[in-house]
């Protein structure tokens, strides 16, 4: 069983920053695949970005690429979500997922099926 609790999230304008953070508590940190994922209103979830075990490799879907870096840390059971240039469209509830995945790196691991243990979600509102 695997705790996921996200932070950092809030009102930011247009063009601006936030960092999403991500606290994991329970069974080995390192053993899983960790994402993020959005939610926003009347939308379904949709994958943000991913981090391979060693948080040597990441995954992001084409909407946030060059915006968006996902980080980890293994010493410290986090995983971090740096986003720059938030646009209006970033606007949802960002979820943190674990996974125990045992597929290389890839497309599969855009899919919330793979993903075991999620946060309560965090709000980032993106204003004009």
């Known amino acids: 069983q695997v705790q996921l609790v996200e932070s950092g999230g809030g009102l930011v304008q247009a063009g601006g920053s936030l960092r999403l953070s991500c606290a994991a508590s329970?069974?080995?940190?390192?053993?899983?695949?960790m994402a993020w994922f959005r939610q926003a209103p009347g939308k379904e979830r949709e994958f943000v970005a991913a981090v391979s075990w060693s948080g040597r490799s990441a995954l992001y879907v084409d909407s946030v690429k060059g915006r968006f870096t996902i980080s980890r840390d293994n010493s410290q059971d986090t995983v971090d979500l740096q986003m720059n240039s938030l646009k209006l469209e970033d606007t949802a509830v960002y979820y943190c997922?674990?996974?125990?995945?045992?597929?290389?790196?890839?497309?599969?691991?855009?899919?919330?099926?793979?993903?075991?243990?999620w946060g309560q979600g965090i709000q980032v509102t993106v204003s004009s």
């Open positions: 329970g069974r080995t940190f390192s053993s899983y695949a």
């Open positions: 997922a674990a996974g125990t995945t045992t597929h290389p790196m890839g497309v599969i691991w855009a899919e919330p099926s793979e993903y075991d243990f």
